[in-house]
């Protein structure tokens, strides 16, 4: 067993407390997904990062992981930060947008941003979840736990859906702060809805037989709350207890907090013992909004030529506790220490085929600091230490030429690193296509860097000439010197 204690800030007691699992070093982790009614953008990806990054932290201590992280393709309306939604479907509105009109229906809309979802995860390097479910393949488990509520007394049918009885439930607010009583008094607006027995009773299911995703219950035509999805999906996958539940701070009311609520009505028994929140990322010293247009998404960065693991670094720069401000200084510098990573790498896996013989002169350095930076994430994920540390080790490695054994120390590090904060390189390499979206390769600059290793070569500074191919290299672009003295370039 571990003997590694993984301490990270609790949402619910509201401390920095060691993670427990209930089960020996197996930890049962959920992660609510994206709605995908439009592409997830860059402040919703700060959280799955942050997922992301519990997930390696925990498998760097041994232990085993089981992640879900769902897929929202039904029943999150627009207004949704009051206890009880109101508006429209979120996907219903997004297929009668401009973009909606490309798909036929709003089946093919939600698959269409669940695949360019998958697709950005794959770029920012993020840990596939063990389980990806989506809200509507498991919406006859959503109808029983809804018709179990009403059986134990704590759910109600009205004219307009099934309301979750809120002072059923004593316990409603630990999470948020948001209690009943305080929700009686205006603290949060709720819906006015004259028959709903308290307001700040909550949908699980909403009659409607025109929605477009709409399904047969015991209460007619209709589709269900997205806090139910949450909790049904959860229970289904993990179990009546999980050890930890994560998400955005906007998740955590009215969201985790209904959740909560329905979760343990419906076993008695606790629903999650740890809650974990990221909080929001601005850009450019601004709230993202789609009034302000500054809303950033991962494929149109890349489109503008910035480098996936680059954005990831980035969006891991500063603690998830603290909202971060994302800015095109900040991604540069990203870039600039995502390249020290791979210029590092570069030197290794020469070294390991051409360094010399000789003592490894690193390994003890490498090693200590392999251990700080897993200190630093075993810390409530603190990232700044822990990439400093990363760094250091990259200019250890890049300090002097390396000798084979240097050289395999080099690699071993890199690779606990990669695994622990996934920025040296992608676990899984990307396939041609996601290649060709991602380089952005300026020709001119290639072709005037071959020229001048052509005149270095000329003026016999064969020094200058290997040093102008080894960082094209580190680049990815790779020469091959021809027969009849010409260079050609090809992309590594
Ligand atoms: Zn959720």
């Known amino acids: 067993m571990s003997e590694k204690q993984f301490r990270l800030y609790d949402s619910l007691s509201r401390k920095v407390i060691p993670l427990t699992t209930s089960e020996p070093v197996h930890l049962r982790f959920y992660t609510c997904g994206p709605t995908v009614y439009s592409y997830a953008h860059i402040g919703n990806f700060r959280s799955f990062v942050t997922a992301d990054l519990v997930v390696r932290t925990a498998k760097a201590i041994g232990w085993k992981v089981t992640w879900v ?4 393709d039904v029943g999150h309306l627009t207004d949704d930060d009051i206890a009880d939604a109101t508006g429209e479907d979120k996907m219903e509105k997004a297929l009668r947008s401009k973009e909606g009109e490309q798909f036929h229906n709003v089946w093919e809309l939600a698959e269409y941003y669940e695949d360019a979802y998958r697709s950005d995860w794959k770029l920012l390097n993020l840990t596939e979840p063990d389980v990806r479910p989506k809200a509507t393949q498991h919406v006859r488990e959503q109808i029983l736990a809804t018709e179990d509520l009403i059986a134990k ?9 099934v309301y979750f009885s809120v002072e059923k439930f004593p316990e409603y607010g630990k999470l948020s702060g948001n209690t009943q009583e305080s929700l009686r008094k205006g603290v949060r607006d709720v819906v006015l ?3 709903k027995n308290d307001q700040s009773d909550f949908a699980i299911w909403k009659k409607d037989d025109k929605h477009l995703m709409q399904w047969f219950s015991p209460y007619g035509w209709g589709f269900p709350g997205w806090h139910i999805e949450c909790s049904v999906m959860a229970r289904a996958y993990l179990g009546d207890t999980i050890d930890l539940h994560s998400g ?3 998740n955590k009311f009215p969201h985790h907090e209904c959740e909560i609520a329905q979760s343990e009505s419906l076993t008695g028994k606790p629903f999650c013992n740890h809650w974990t929140h990221t909080a929001f990322l601005q850009v450019n010293g601004q709230k993202m909004s789609k009034s302000l247009g500054n809303f950033y998404y991962v ?3 890349v489109e503008q030529g910035a480098d996936p693991l680059a954005i990831r670094f980035a969006l891991i720069s500063g603690v998830y506790r603290k909202n971060l401000n994302f800015t095109d200084q900040g991604l540069e510098d990203a870039k600039t220490n995502i390249d020290r990573f791979r ?3 570069s030197a290794v896996a020469e070294a390991l085929v051409a360094g010399t013989t000789g003592p490894d002169s690193i390994g003890t350095e490498l090693e200590s600091l392999y251990e700080q930076a897993l200190e630093a994430m075993l810390s409530d994920l603190n990232t700044p230490i822990a990439i400093s540390k990363a760094l250091e080790g990259a200019k250890v490695i890049t300090r002097d030429a390396l000798s084979v054994e240097s050289a395999k120390s080099g690699e071993a590090f890199l690779t ?3 695994d622990l904060l996934g920025i040296v390189r992608h676990d899984e390499p990307l396939t041609p296509c996601e290649e060709t979206k991602v380089s952005s390769v300026d020709e001119a600059k290639i072709l005037e860097r071959i020229e ?3 005149a270095a070569k000329a003026a016999k500074d064969w020094g200058l000439a290997d040093t102008i191919r080894k960082e094209l290299a580190t680049e990815g672009i790779l020469l091959t010197d021809n027969s009849d003295g010409s260079v050609s370039w090809s992309q590594g």
């Open 248 to 250: 955005g701070e906007d």
């Open 69 to 72: 992280s769902n897929i929202t």
């Open 299 to 301: 494929r149109g960065l």
């Open 416 to 418: 606990k690193i990669n």
């Open 153 to 161: 007394g704590i759910a109600y049918e009205t004219p307009t859906g």
């Open 193 to 195: 809805d004259e028959n």
């Open 343 to 345: 210029r590092a790498d």
């Open 452 to 454: 001048a290793r052509k």
